[in-house]
Structures are given as C-alpha cells and as structure tokens.
C-alpha cells in the first residue's frame, strides 16, 4: 500500500469510528436545485461576493424553519415567492427558473444544503 492509499485508508477509519455518516446523495430532482443555488444564490448568500451590507442571510436549514429571515412563513410557496418577486435587498429572479428548476431549489433546500452533497 503507498503512503496515500494507507493515509486514505487511516482517515476513513478515523471518520467510522467517530460516527461519521455520508450523507445521501441527492435525488436529480435536488441536484438541479443545488446547481440553481450555486449559480443564481451562493454569490450572495454564501460568499456575499457583493460586499452586501448587511451580509444576506444564510439559507442552510431554510426550508426547516418556521420562518423566513423577512418574517414571512418557511412553506414553499413563500420561498418561491420571495425568490421570484424579491424582498428588500433581495431582486426578483422572475423569468430565470422554470418550474422544475424552483421546484428542484426548494427541494434542495429541505436537504438542509450540507456543506458537501454529491
């Protein structure tokens, strides 16, 4: 065994032992949502790429909540509309998710978004 197979080997015992447990993967219906959160949400609400003031919120266990950052109910239909006519700083993304694709962000946002899904 070389040294990066044994130090492989070494880590995911450490990670089993420790009670690790790999997530799922995500459904296709979640992995079109993941990739709409990375092109059309991240910049802001993960890296806030736009020095916003202040920063937006986290969007990690959203769907999960009782309520939105702006007060409003946490139901789907609430975070579809939020998304798509905009609050406060937040612009409308009217016109750039069909259907499927908010269907599959809101369906990714009830994964609870884990740092690294595949």
Do not use: W
């Not at 197979?5 to 990670?15: C, D, K, Y």
């Not at 990739?35 to 910049?43: E, F, Q």
């Not at 499927?100 to 009830?110: D, K, P, S, V």
Request: include cysteine; aromatic fraction near 4%; proline fraction near 9%.
């Amino acid at each position: 065994m070389g040294k990066g197979t044994a130090g492989l080997l070494a880590m995911s015992m450490v990670l089993m032992a420790a009670g690790c447990k790999s997530a799922p993967p995500l459904s296709p219906e979640e992995a079109i949502g993941q990739h709409m959160y990375a092109v059309r949400c991240a910049h802001c609400h993960e890296e806030n790429d736009l020095a916003l003031k202040p920063p937006p919120p986290s969007l990690r266990n959203i769907a999960g909540s009782k309520m939105l950052p702006n007060g409003g109910p946490a139901t789907d239909a609430a975070i579809a509309k939020v998304v798509l006519e905009g609050k406060n700083k937040m612009p409308s993304f009217a016109g750039r998710f069909t259907d499927a694709q908010m269907a599959g962000l809101i369906a990714y946002l009830h994964t609870g978004m884990p740092a690294e899904k595949n």
